[in-house]
T-cell receptor
Framework: EDQVTQSPEALRLQEGESSSLNCSYT??????LFWYRQDPGKGPEFLFT???AGEEKEKERLKATLTKKESFLHITAPKPEDSATYLC????????????FGTGTRLQVFP | DGGITQSPKYLFRKEGQNVTLSCEQN?????MYWYRQDPGQGLRLIYY???????QKGDIAEGYSVSREKKESFPLTVTSAQKNPTAFYLC???????????????FGEGSWLTVV
Protein backbone atom coordinates (compact mmCIF):
# COMPACT_ATOMS: atom_id res chain seq x y z
CA GLU A 1 0.00 0.00 0.00
CA ASP A 2 1.29 3.45 -0.90
CA GLN A 3 1.99 5.44 2.25
CA VAL A 4 3.62 8.63 3.51
CA THR A 5 4.87 9.17 7.07
CA GLN A 6 6.12 12.52 8.32
CA SER A 7 8.19 13.15 11.42
CA PRO A 8 8.26 14.72 13.84
CA GLU A 9 4.59 15.62 14.29
CA ALA A 10 5.58 18.92 15.86
CA LEU A 11 8.85 20.84 16.09
CA ARG A 12 9.70 23.91 18.13
CA LEU A 13 12.79 25.86 17.14
CA GLN A 14 14.48 28.98 18.33
CA GLU A 15 14.98 31.59 15.63
CA GLY A 16 18.19 30.75 13.81
CA GLU A 17 18.23 27.12 14.95
CA SER A 18 18.47 24.98 11.81
CA SER A 19 16.74 21.60 11.59
CA SER A 20 15.21 19.06 9.21
CA LEU A 21 11.79 17.57 8.66
CA ASN A 22 11.47 14.00 7.43
CA CYS A 23 9.08 12.42 4.94
CA SER A 24 9.34 8.64 4.53
CA TYR A 25 7.38 7.03 1.74
CA THR A 26 6.50 3.71 0.19
CA UNK A 27 5.03 3.86 -3.28
CA UNK A 28 4.78 1.56 -6.29
CA UNK A 29 6.96 3.66 -8.56
CA UNK A 30 7.48 7.28 -7.58
CA UNK A 31 6.39 9.84 -10.16
CA UNK A 32 6.95 12.85 -7.92
CA LEU A 33 7.28 13.99 -4.32
CA PHE A 34 5.75 17.29 -3.31
CA TRP A 35 6.26 19.65 -0.38
CA TYR A 36 3.61 22.15 0.65
CA ARG A 37 3.39 24.79 3.37
CA GLN A 38 0.05 25.30 5.09
CA ASP A 39 -0.80 28.20 7.39
CA PRO A 40 -3.70 27.81 9.85
CA GLY A 41 -7.07 28.05 8.13
CA LYS A 42 -5.51 28.34 4.67
CA GLY A 43 -4.98 26.04 1.72
CA PRO A 44 -1.61 24.38 1.15
CA GLU A 45 0.94 26.47 -0.74
CA PHE A 46 3.16 24.61 -3.18
CA LEU A 47 6.89 24.65 -2.39
CA PHE A 48 8.78 21.97 -4.32
CA THR A 49 8.49 18.95 -6.57
CA UNK A 50 11.25 16.31 -6.59
CA UNK A 51 11.30 13.57 -9.19
CA UNK A 52 14.37 11.39 -8.70
CA ALA A 53 16.77 10.30 -5.97
CA GLY A 54 19.62 12.73 -5.50
CA GLU A 55 17.61 15.73 -6.61
CA GLU A 56 17.71 18.88 -4.48
CA LYS A 57 15.74 22.12 -4.65
CA GLU A 58 16.08 25.34 -2.69
CA LYS A 59 13.90 28.32 -1.92
CA GLU A 60 15.09 30.97 0.51
CA ARG A 61 15.78 29.17 3.82
CA LEU A 62 14.29 25.87 2.64
CA LYS A 63 16.06 23.03 0.88
CA ALA A 64 14.39 19.76 -0.12
CA THR A 65 16.28 16.56 -0.85
CA LEU A 66 15.16 13.14 -2.07
CA THR A 67 16.40 9.57 -1.68
CA LYS A 68 14.75 6.33 -2.75
CA LYS A 69 12.93 6.03 0.57
CA GLU A 70 12.61 9.50 2.05
CA SER A 71 12.78 13.23 1.59
CA PHE A 72 14.10 15.88 3.92
CA LEU A 73 13.07 19.50 4.18
CA HIS A 74 16.02 21.36 5.66
CA ILE A 75 15.32 24.72 7.27
CA THR A 76 18.37 26.93 7.68
CA ALA A 77 18.33 29.74 10.23
CA PRO A 78 14.54 29.79 10.46
CA LYS A 79 12.53 32.90 11.26
CA PRO A 80 9.18 33.16 13.06
CA GLU A 81 7.44 33.63 9.70
CA ASP A 82 8.50 30.10 8.76
CA SER A 83 6.06 28.79 11.37
CA ALA A 84 3.49 26.63 9.57
CA THR A 85 2.54 23.03 8.93
CA TYR A 86 4.66 21.41 6.23
CA LEU A 87 2.97 18.70 4.19
CA CYS A 88 4.62 16.02 2.09
CA UNK A 89 2.81 14.11 -0.65
CA UNK A 90 3.76 11.50 -3.25
CA UNK A 91 2.39 10.75 -6.67
CA UNK A 92 2.61 7.18 -7.94
CA UNK A 93 3.43 6.20 -11.49
CA UNK A 94 0.29 4.10 -11.70
CA UNK A 95 -1.98 7.04 -10.74
CA UNK A 96 -0.72 10.55 -11.38
CA UNK A 97 -4.19 11.95 -10.71
CA UNK A 98 -3.81 11.44 -6.99
CA UNK A 99 -1.54 12.75 -4.25
CA UNK A 100 -1.01 10.64 -1.14
CA PHE A 101 -0.43 12.96 1.79
CA GLY A 102 1.33 12.60 5.10
CA THR A 103 -0.18 14.15 8.22
CA GLY A 104 2.30 17.00 8.29
CA THR A 105 4.87 18.50 10.63
CA ARG A 106 3.76 21.53 12.61
CA LEU A 107 6.72 23.89 12.92
CA GLN A 108 6.88 26.72 15.43
CA VAL A 109 9.80 29.15 15.38
CA PHE A 110 10.20 31.40 18.40
CA PRO A 111 12.08 34.72 18.42
CA ASP B 1 -5.06 37.46 -10.53
CA GLY B 2 -4.92 33.81 -11.51
CA GLY B 3 -5.97 31.33 -8.91
CA ILE B 4 -8.51 29.03 -7.37
CA THR B 5 -11.48 30.60 -5.59
CA GLN B 6 -13.54 28.69 -3.08
CA SER B 7 -16.77 29.93 -1.54
CA PRO B 8 -18.13 30.28 1.00
CA LYS B 9 -15.23 30.34 3.44
CA TYR B 10 -17.49 29.24 6.30
CA LEU B 11 -20.71 27.26 6.00
CA PHE B 12 -23.06 25.82 8.57
CA ARG B 13 -25.33 22.90 7.73
CA LYS B 14 -28.29 21.56 9.60
CA GLU B 15 -28.80 17.86 9.92
CA GLY B 16 -30.49 16.44 6.82
CA GLN B 17 -29.55 19.31 4.53
CA ASN B 18 -27.52 19.22 1.35
CA VAL B 19 -24.97 22.00 0.85
CA THR B 20 -22.86 22.96 -2.13
CA LEU B 21 -19.32 24.31 -2.02
CA SER B 22 -18.19 26.35 -4.98
CA CYS B 23 -14.80 26.12 -6.68
CA GLU B 24 -13.73 28.24 -9.64
CA GLN B 25 -10.29 28.41 -11.28
CA ASN B 26 -8.95 30.76 -13.94
CA UNK B 27 -5.66 28.93 -14.44
CA UNK B 28 -6.93 27.09 -17.52
CA UNK B 29 -6.18 23.82 -15.78
CA UNK B 30 -7.67 20.62 -17.12
CA UNK B 31 -7.89 18.68 -13.87
CA MET B 32 -9.72 19.64 -10.69
CA TYR B 33 -9.95 17.93 -7.33
CA TRP B 34 -11.74 18.00 -3.99
CA TYR B 35 -9.91 17.00 -0.82
CA ARG B 36 -11.08 16.80 2.76
CA GLN B 37 -8.82 17.67 5.70
CA ASP B 38 -9.48 16.52 9.27
CA PRO B 39 -7.27 17.19 12.31
CA GLY B 40 -4.47 14.66 12.64
CA GLN B 41 -5.16 13.13 9.23
CA GLY B 42 -3.64 13.66 5.84
CA LEU B 43 -5.68 15.19 3.06
CA ARG B 44 -8.04 12.66 1.53
CA LEU B 45 -9.32 12.71 -2.03
CA ILE B 46 -13.10 12.92 -2.48
CA TYR B 47 -13.56 13.34 -6.25
CA TYR B 48 -11.50 14.45 -9.21
CA UNK B 49 -12.15 15.42 -12.81
CA UNK B 50 -9.71 15.38 -15.70
CA UNK B 51 -12.01 16.88 -18.34
CA UNK B 52 -15.39 18.53 -18.65
CA UNK B 53 -18.38 16.24 -18.15
CA UNK B 54 -16.26 13.50 -16.61
CA UNK B 55 -15.23 12.79 -13.02
CA GLN B 56 -14.04 9.88 -10.87
CA LYS B 57 -14.51 8.89 -7.26
CA GLY B 58 -11.60 9.27 -4.90
CA ASP B 59 -11.03 7.44 -1.64
CA ILE B 60 -13.96 8.88 0.33
CA ALA B 61 -16.67 9.70 -2.22
CA GLU B 62 -19.63 8.32 -0.25
CA GLY B 63 -22.09 11.07 0.70
CA TYR B 64 -20.66 13.55 -1.82
CA SER B 65 -21.49 14.48 -5.41
CA VAL B 66 -19.85 16.70 -8.02
CA SER B 67 -20.40 18.06 -11.50
CA ARG B 68 -18.04 19.41 -14.15
CA GLU B 69 -20.13 21.30 -16.70
CA LYS B 70 -17.45 23.93 -17.33
CA LYS B 71 -13.68 23.70 -17.34
CA GLU B 72 -13.44 26.49 -14.76
CA SER B 73 -15.92 25.13 -12.24
CA PHE B 74 -16.10 22.02 -10.06
CA PRO B 75 -18.77 22.35 -7.33
CA LEU B 76 -19.01 19.82 -4.51
CA THR B 77 -22.32 18.89 -2.89
CA VAL B 78 -22.23 17.44 0.60
CA THR B 79 -25.39 15.41 0.90
CA SER B 80 -27.34 14.36 3.96
CA ALA B 81 -25.92 10.87 3.42
CA GLN B 82 -22.50 12.08 4.57
CA LYS B 83 -22.54 11.11 8.24
CA ASN B 84 -19.62 13.20 9.45
CA PRO B 85 -19.35 16.22 7.17
CA THR B 86 -17.72 18.68 9.56
CA ALA B 87 -14.28 19.31 8.04
CA PHE B 88 -12.08 21.66 6.03
CA TYR B 89 -12.65 21.19 2.29
CA LEU B 90 -9.98 22.00 -0.25
CA CYS B 91 -10.41 22.40 -3.97
CA UNK B 92 -7.38 22.00 -6.20
CA UNK B 93 -6.39 21.98 -9.85
CA UNK B 94 -3.51 20.91 -12.07
CA UNK B 95 -2.38 21.55 -15.60
CA UNK B 96 -1.91 17.97 -16.75
CA UNK B 97 -4.06 14.95 -17.19
CA UNK B 98 -2.49 11.59 -16.41
CA UNK B 99 0.84 11.92 -18.18
CA UNK B 100 4.34 10.66 -17.77
CA UNK B 101 5.45 13.62 -15.66
CA UNK B 102 4.40 14.50 -12.17
CA UNK B 103 1.66 17.11 -12.30
CA UNK B 104 1.77 19.75 -9.60
CA UNK B 105 -1.53 20.27 -7.85
CA UNK B 106 -2.40 23.77 -6.61
CA PHE B 107 -4.93 24.44 -3.87
CA GLY B 108 -7.57 27.02 -3.08
CA GLU B 109 -7.97 28.67 0.32
CA GLY B 110 -10.47 26.13 1.61
CA SER B 111 -14.00 26.08 2.99
CA TRP B 112 -14.98 25.21 6.54
CA LEU B 113 -18.17 23.19 6.88
CA THR B 114 -19.78 22.72 10.27
CA VAL B 115 -22.88 20.70 11.05
CA VAL B 116 -25.13 22.37 13.63
Amino acid sequence: EDQVTQSPEALRLQEGESSSLNCSYTVSGLRGLFWYRQDPGKGPEFLFTLYSAGEEKEKERLKATLTKKESFLHITAPKPEDSATYLCAVQAEWNTDKLIFGTGTRLQVFP
Amino acid sequence: DGGITQSPKYLFRKEGQNVTLSCEQNLNHDAMYWYRQDPGQGLRLIYYSQIVNDFQKGDIAEGYSVSREKKESFPLTVTSAQKNPTAFYLCASSNHRSTGSGNTIYFGEGSWLTVV
